[in-house]
């Protein structure tokens, strides 16, 4: 049991009616029986796996655990040893315990692997198999968890982009306005141009002659100079 | 948007994703949303000694949070329309 929470399985008790125990305001979305949990190459047996709008439940008469989709870095369908070969959804689990940015940044690997090295846990991988009893389920779980993941987009994310309709960065009319600078081809010029209509112009004489004026002026000349100086 | 905009045209094509925990994966774009979420089809991974078990892989969804970086095919980079659109996010950003 301790492999599981160790890769951050969350330990559940079924609720009274011997389903998920769940928060308010949560639903059952779908319900997959007989699939076998294998977490962190710790076989758990054949359970209940039920879906709700964040998280994914596994009951079994002995054990459960629940996981946040958002916790679920990558799923994917395939078929390994530790499957016993059969065809399974793996699933890989964010192996911070609350990193605010999923994996965390590049800085924080090399603590990472201090804290494993100590903790003497550095073989564990944070990885769960499910493999149904009926394969022919394993398309619609392979479904069920990318839909889970599309529910539950990053907490930063969601910080950032509040009011945004499903995180649009645009909306209608910025872009429309954006095309149609874009195909006028007005913008950049005038913009870069600015309040000095002279920016772009030739520039006066050549190196040369400037030369030549600041000579002059480095002369004791008085003469002021036609760029304004330098 | 102009990565989610242009990671769209990429479908189709071979690219690879690696990602932050280092596991880097090859495989067909199958599609992307607008929160950088990746599905792959017919896969390999690239660092196959580090994780021998994802050999038997066939179609993955990677979320886009823990997406490092993605490789790119050559043949698909139109650098004057990346270009282009750049200038334009950056305007009007």
């Known amino acids: 049991m301790a492999a599981a929470e ?27 029986e007989r699939v076998q949990l294998v977490a962190a190459a710790q076989d758990l047996g054949e359970g209940t796996l039920f879906i709700t709008e964040w998280r994914v439940f596994w009951l079994a008469a002995a054990a459960g655990y629940s996981v946040d989709f958002a916790a679920i870095v990558m799923h994917a369908v395939a078929s390994d040893d530790e499957s016993f070969g ?135 000349g008085r003469e002021r100079q036609p760029n304004g100086g330098c | 948007m102009l990565f989610y905009s242009y990671f769209k045209t990429l479908v189709g094509k071979e690219v690879t994703v690696e990602l932050k925990n280092d596991l880097a994966i090859t495989g067909t774009l199958h599609s992307v949303d607008q929160y950088l979420n990746i599905k792959l089809n017919n896969i390999r991974v690239v660092n196959e000694q580090k994780y021998p078990h994802m050999l038997s892989v066939r179609a993955c969804f990677v979320r886009g949070s823990v997406v490092r970086f993605i490789l790119l095919p050559p043949g698909s980079v139109d650098v004057e329309l990346l270009h282009d659109a750049t200038r334009r996010e950056a305007r009007g950003g």
């Open chain 1, 86 to 220: 059969k065809p399974c959804l793996y699933c890989q689990l964010d192996s911070e315990e609350e990193g605010e940015g999923g994996l965390g940044g590049s800085g924080s690997g090399s603590e990472e692997e201090e804290a494993e090295g100590e903790g003497g846990q550095a073989d564990v991988l944070p990885e769960l198999r499910l493999i149904p009893a009926d394969a022919a389920q394993l398309d619609d779980l392979f479904q069920a968890f990318c839909e889970g993941a599309e529910r539950n987009p990053d907490w930063s994310e969601d910080e950032e982009e509040e009011g945004g309709a499903g995180g649009v960065f645009f909306d209608e009319d910025e872009v429309l306005a954006g095309a149609a600078a874009a195909s006028l081809g007005v913008g950049d010029v005038e913009e870069l141009v600015g309040q000095d209509p002279g920016r772009f112009e030739d520039a006066e004489g050549d190196e040369f002659e400037e030369f030549g004026q600041r000579r002059r002026a480095a002369a004791g």
């Open chain 1, 6 to 32: 160790l890769i951050g399985l969350e330990p559940v008790q079924a609720a009274a009616g011997g389903g998920p125990p769940l928060d308010e305001e949560e639903s059952v979305i779908a319900t997959f």
